[in-house]
């Protein structure tokens, strides 16, 4: 069984930026690597339902995918070495308040759809005043 944790959610002015990391443990199989699983992140506010907010897919080799109306202001990057996913957020906006959580699967296949996703973390909180 997967685990995921998130950390690095808090509350930032707008204009500020946070780095939300998602760390994994317990692979579904023996050698198995974090960059074996597709990595997304989705976020939730209060009252919506959970969105896509960008994704790797496995092997980490391709390019990442990210929702259209957040590209540019964040972006993803991992440490194989320390089986972590980040999400480095800029310039946060107060629409960005939400949960923020990371999810993984074995396919490299529709990223972006929320219900695909074997393995969840509980997620982390961001808070955008203005």
């Known amino acids: 069984q997967v685990q995921l944790v998130e950390s690095g959610g808090g509350s930032v002015p707008a204009g500020g930026s946070l780095r939300l990391s998602c760390a994994a443990s317990?692979?579904?199989?023996?050698?198995?690597?974090?960059?074996?699983?597709?990595v997304a992140w989705f976020r939730q506010a209060p009252g919506k339902d959970r969105e896509f907010v960008a994704a790797i897919p496995r092997l980490w080799t391709g390019p990442t995918l990210y929702s259209e109306s957040l590209k540019g202001r964040f972006a993803i990057t991992v440490d194989s070495a320390r089986s972590t996913v980040y999400l480095q957020m800029n310039n946060l906006k107060p629409e960005d308040t939400a949960v923020y959580f990371c999810?993984?699967?074995?396919?490299?296949?529709?990223?972006?759809?929320?219900?695909?996703?074997?393995?969840w973390g509980h997620g982390t909180q961001v808070t955008v005043s203005s």
């Open positions: 317990g692979y579904l199989f023996r050698d198995a690597t974090f960059s074996d699983y597709t």
């Open positions: 999810a993984a699967r074995e396919s490299p296949h529709a990223v972006r759809l929320r219900t695909v996703y074997n393995y």
